[in-house]
């Protein structure tokens, strides 16, 4: 993508992908083509309002495991069973400096499923062990990195001391 604006790449790799999603094509093979363009902007739209708020909320962040990849949105979640690789609207999140916790290498199963969540709104529980407690995405990847999950865009690498 040398020398082409990131917007026009990210709207080429949008309108790709809902271009070959399974229903847009069956909808062009029974000749209802101007729906299947409608139904493509709307995805489009919806997936460049997905990475405004990947770009803007503080405790957003994309994670990766055996189960599948999740763009975690406050309290949007967008996923899919498939790794980052094969889900090009997390891809371009991460691209584009949305934080990215592969979980992959964690070989501690049990250890990660008693972490606390993310806090969705920013609140933060004082107490933060037990079911349904949340903590702050800096602290989650402190705890999440000392089990052995790699952190792309790191948002501590930003705090001051």
């Not at 080429?12 to 139904?39: D, N, P």
């Not at 094969?86 to 934080?99: I, Q, S």
């Not at 592969?102 to 037990?130: C, M």
């Amino acid at each position: 993508m040398k020398g082409i604006p990131m917007q026009t790449g990210v709207l080429r790799v949008l309108r790709a992908t809902a271009a070959s999603w399974w229903r847009h094509k069956e909808l062009r093979r029974s000749g209802q083509s101007l729906l299947a363009q409608r139904l493509e902007r709307e995805a489009v739209l919806r997936d460049l309002g997905y990475l405004k708020q990947a770009a803007l909320l503080p405790n957003a962040h994309v994670i990766c495991g055996e189960g599948g990849t999740f763009l975690h949105l406050g309290w949007t979640t967008v996923s899919t069973f498939a790794p980052i690789e094969r889900f090009p609207l997390a891809a371009l999140a991460v691209a584009r400096g949305t934080p990215f916790i592969d979980i992959r290498p964690v070989t501690d199963v049990t250890a990660f499923a008693n972490l606390p969540r993310v806090a969705q709104d920013g609140s933060v529980d004082p107490e933060p062990w037990g079911p349904g407690k949340s903590v702050s995405l800096t602290t989650y990847i402190d705890m999440v990195e000392g089990l052995g999950a790699r952190i792309l865009n790191d948002p501590r690498s930003h705090q001051s001391a």
